[in-house]
């Protein structure tokens, strides 16, 4: 039994968004990695695309920064390099650059320290579960997946728990900016040039960057320095501090991709778990926790792509990348690649092992928060798993309108709490 | 070049390594045990991190400024022979290499 099976013909249209919202179309990307490795697409919306869907490929290209950068966008869309140099963050540079932000955070971020949240975490679930459980019946992507990693942030960045739901709707809206669901100013469909030089060419990057300020107003009159934000305003070893630009885009950043890709994390983890109820009892008496976290992060892979930019010709597969192509990472591809995963398209809490490529694994911008992720996930699924004796879905899911973001918006499922 | 993973378990897996090629890169061809390399040696994470013989020190040299700040990232303790194996590169000199595997 497979959990899902793609319906997509194949020949799907990678740059239309509307082709992600039944999942990713993976028999496309199976298409591609059997005949096509090195797929050039045409595009309308702007310079076309190489994509790289084989999992060794990507392997292989991503721990080359200096060949395909990522210092000139990381999206498909084009930008010019005024919008670039304003709406850039340390994803969108390369070494040794990327490594004078990255160091300044990278302790905060890291296994031994998040380690230290673990009970922290184990508390939060408590009360998420607790509401959502004694409801029978609920979207567990709005009722348990979006709860933890925005209380979780909250901690993280040190902001106050009643502006939480705000600032991840505003990180919805920026992440989410092509699902009508998610913000009103949809990128695809209407003319967002008012906002070009914002983070995600977004409104609500405005709207975040005006919060950040006043909040570090407010806890520097406060002399309050909790949380990772005070770290980033830190002088790099050679004096240098970030721009308010540079700041504002972290922010935004953390916001964002801390928020929906663990969420997504967690509501495909519990889509598995309503189509092979096989894994819920395995939660409860195997011995999973070391696997299981990177298996369901495997199969939810929520950054569908990174793009990158080819700095000099590269020859590969009989094809030829020329300086300044833009290229594909396809993510989602390499994490169903039959070549490196067996059954790719089953969950197996036990993988081992598990060369997944959720969080860019093999490549300098290799998830900051990966850790974070993977405590959270297995808190969360460990809780869930002594709670309940059944789960199972209780209508269709709904993915996000997004090429960029895969994402489970709507869950609806039905438990038996014990 | 040879070189020996003294592992926790009081194990040892011995490699010849091709010069050129950076100790995370042969740990993970020779399956060496919690060394993992999540960044591809781009110095972006601290999974390779492992400790260097006291008598090989000398040869292996210190970590620049980059691997000095991501050394304060590793899973096990810090220690002044601490290094991230993505830093130290195969060569004639280093024949005989001996790294100590941290337990995580």
Known sequence: MTVWTPTDDGFADLTSHDTFVNGAPHNTFARLRRDDPVHWTDWDGGEGFWSITRHADISEMNRQPQVFSSARGIRMEDQTYEEYLARRTFQETDPPEHMMTRIKVAKAFSKPVIAEFENDIRKLCDDILDVALQKGAFDATKDIARQLPMQMLGRILGLPEEDLPWLVEKGDALIANTDPDFTDHVLDKMTTDEFRMMPFNSPAGAELYSYAKDLMARKDAAGDTSGVLHLILQPAKDGSVITEEEFRNFFCLLVAAGNDTTRYSIAAGIQAMCHQPELLGQMQSEDIWDTAPDEIIRWATPAIYFRRTATQDVEMHGKTIREGDKVLYWWSSANRDDTVFDDPFRVNLKRTPNKHLSFGQGGPHVCLGMWLARLEVRVLFQELAKRITSIEANGPHKFLRSNFVGGIKELPVKVVAK | ?104
């Not at chain 2, 993970?28 to 390399?37: D, H, Q, R, Y």
């Not at chain 2, 999974?47 to 980059?66: L, R």
Request: charge should be negative; proline fraction near 5%; hydrophobic fraction near 40%.
């Open chain 2, 1 to 104: 070049m040879k070189v020996t993973w003294k592992l926790p378990d009081g194990g040892e897996i011995a490699a010849d390594v091709k010069d050129g090629i950076n100790m995370m890169e042969a740990a993970v061809a020779n399956n060496v045990p919690n060394v993992i390399g999540e960044c591809g040696g781009n110095l972006s994470c601290a999974t390779c991190h492992v400790y260097v013989d006291p008598d090989w020190m000398g040869k292996t040299g210190a970590a620049d400024e980059f691997e000095d700040a991501m050394l304060d990232v590793a899973e096990a303790p810090r220690q002044d022979n601490s290094r991230l194996s993505c830093q130290i590169t195969a060569s004639a000199d280093l024949d005989g290499l001996v790294l100590i595997v941290p337990e995580v």
